[in-house]
């Protein structure tokens, strides 16, 4: 396990952060599952049965977007993505912290910008029918959206957590 893997916690928020991660990757399989599910019909349709279906397409963009987004939010959770863990290796302690509560700081703001334009892309096309699927046209930016949110929330909770990566010998 790396060095800058969480470490179990006892806070509530900490408690609720992996409830929230656990979820996060049980959509993001389900995602993926149902985006090999849909293809594969897809490929049976239209090269056996000569029927092309006009949903697949959006449905798989959906699909692939959540698979995408959740599981890049369970990789924040983990301190798997968004990670300098080689710059942060080769520091001192101190700097070493400073280093994971700067990767934190960075993360919460991405993770805000990705609600706010994942939300905002999402209510701007919701008004619109997606071609051949009855889904808003911009349904595959509100994955963006909460994996943003969810992003946000467990980089505060890493900086906030006190068994967090800390100066060591101080």
Do not use: K
Not at 6 to 28: D, N
Not at 64 to 78: E, K
Not at 107 to 128: C, Q, S
Request: proline share 6%; hydrophobic share 55%.
């Amino acid at each position: 396990m790396s060095a800058t893997a969480i470490p179990v916690s006892s806070s509530l928020l900490q408690r609720t952060c992996e409830r929230l991660a656990g979820w996060t990757i049980a959509v993001a399989a389900f995602a993926l599952l149902g985006l090999v599910v849909v293809q594969g019909w897809q490929v049976i349709a239209r090269y056996v049965l000569n029927d092309s279906p006009s949903w697949t397409e959006p449905v798989t963009l959906l699909l692939l977007s959540t698979a995408m987004s959740l599981g890049a939010a369970a990789g924040v959770h983990t301190r798997r993505h968004f990670s300098f863990s080689l710059l942060a290796d080769a520091l001192g302690p101190r700097a070493r912290h400073a280093m994971h509560l700067a990767q934190s700081a960075v993360i919460v703001l991405i993770g805000a910008m990705l609600a706010y334009w994942g939300t905002v892309l999402f209510v701007d096309g919701v008004h619109i029918a997606a071609a051949g699927a009855p889904l808003p046209d911009s349904i595959e930016y509100l994955p963006l959206a909460i994996s943003g949110v969810l992003m946000a929330l467990f980089a505060v909770a890493q900086m906030a957590a006190p068994d967090a990566p800390a100066p060591e010998g101080h």
